[in-house]
């Protein structure tokens, strides 16, 4: 499917394939969505507000451009996601899979991060003011030496 300027309020999409779904400039409010496959999902310049992504399969998706206002994902396998100049600072990541997601230029103060894998994520510098577990701490401090240009190696 192929979306323009749609306006999806007030539902819940449980177990549906949502594969490489495409919506341009469109509105997600106070939407569900649970246990779905989205490989592919391109969500470009949109606004969510309120929405909720529980137990889905998001990778390889594209949230360029778009606004989060109270979105959670909990338990989502978001393998290369791309999140560049995304405005994430409503979102919160809980127990996701980010390995290999993209968060240039995005603008991430308040965004949160609870037991997520964060390995080989890009961008990590647009992380600024976000807020992570000290168990995400670990990983992301590699990922940000590498960004800097800093060698860690051991005694």
Do not use: H, P, W
């Not at 592919?40 to 137990?55: I, K």
Request: some cysteine.
């Amino acid at each position: 499917a192929k979306l323009r300027r749609a306006l999806i309020r007030d539902v819940r999409f449980e177990r549906c394939d949502l594969a490489n779904v495409r919506a341009l400039d469109s509105s997600l409010t106070r939407v569900e969505l649970l246990g779905s496959r989205m490989t592919g999902l391109s969500l470009l310049d949109d606004d969510l507000r309120d929405v909720r992504f529980d137990g889905c399969r998001i990778d390889l998706s594209s949230f360029r451009m778009s606004k989060f206002n109270d979105v959670l994902f909990t338990g989502c396998r978001m393998g290369q996601a791309d999140f560049t100049e995304a405005d994430l600072r409503g979102a919160r990541f809980e127990d996701c899979d980010l390995t290999g997601a993209q968060f240039s230029g995005a603008r991430m103060t308040g965004t949160r991060f609870a037991r997520c894998d964060l390995t080989e994520i890009s961008g990590v510098t647009s992380m600024r003011g976000a807020v992570v577990t000290s168990a995400d701490a670990v990983t992301l401090a590699y990922i940000l030496a590498g960004a800097l240009g800093i060698t860690i190696e051991d005694d």
